[in-house]
Every structure is written in structure tokens, then in C-alpha cells.
Nanobody
Framework: QVTLQESGPGLVKPSQTLSLTCTVSGVSIRTKPYFWGWIRQAPGKGLEWIGVITYSDSTYYNPSLRSRISISRDTSKNQFTLQLNSVAPEDTAVYYC??????????????WGQGTQVTVSS
């Protein structure tokens, strides 16, 4: 019943801003205790946590990406958005939106979008 769906451009030029939106169905993004986040996987590399936005609209970002990241939400549409500034080819990856269960005893990303390929190229 809970589904997440990414949307946004598949191709972005270097130095531009990437904006991806995740549309959530089946649960409000304001529901405690859940966090809503972004994870990516570049070719040949492992999963990289990007950041999250909480049910109360706080944000937490990967320190290695913090200066370029903004995550926001639109509760009226039950959506949250990733903005990644100044993209470079190294940002090419499959981007997933996820739900973080925010369980104090174990962390799980219990729902995932299908993923969207983003290629940074001129």
C-alpha cells in the first residue's frame, strides 16, 4: 500500500542543479516516526546515503554532500524533493527515494522507489 515514486530529469548538464521529487502514497510524510530520504548508487559503487527530511521538517545531510544539498517537502502533495547543486559527472547515479523507519533499535529503509537514472553530461 505504501509506494514511493521518483520523478525528475534523466540528464543534467555539469554545473546545473538537479531536482528530483518523490511522491508518496499510502502514508502521510508527516506521520511519526518516519524519515524520508534519498540514497544513490553510482556505477560500480555501493549505496550512498544522501540525506533525509523528518516528519517534523528537520533535515540531516551526508557531510560530504551537505554544501550542495537541500531536501524539502510539500505536505499538501505528500511529496519531498532533493535539490543537488553544481552537479558533476561524479553525481551520475541511480537515485532512490526511501522511507527510513527511524527505529531506535535498528535502521531499515523499508520502502523504496524504483529508482531513477540521472546522468550528468554535457
Amino acid at each position: 500500500q505504501v509506494t514511493l515514486q521518483e520523478s525528475g530529469p534523466g540528464l543534467v548538464k555539469p554545473s546545473q542543479t538537479l531536482s528530483l521529487t518523490c511522491t508518496v502514497s499510502g502514508v502521510s510524510i508527516r506521520t511519526k516516526p518516519y524519515f524520508w530520504g534519498w540514497i544513490r548508487q553510482a556505477p560500480g559503487k555501493g549505496l550512498e546515503w544522501i540525506g533525509v527530511i523528518t516528519y517534523s521538517d528537520s533535515t540531516y545531510y551526508n557531510p560530504s554532500l551537505r554544501s550542495r544539498i537541500s531536501i524539502s517537502r510539500d505536505t499538501s502533495k505528500n511529496q519531498f524533493t532533493l535539490q543537488l547543486n553544481s552537479v558533476a559527472p561524479e553525481d551520475t547515479a541511480v537515485y532512490y527515494c526511501v522511507r527510513d523507519n527511524n527505529d531506535g533499535r535498528y535502521t531499515a529503509y523499508d520502502y523504496w522507489g524504483q529508482g531513477t537514472q540521472v546522468t550528468v553530461s554535457s
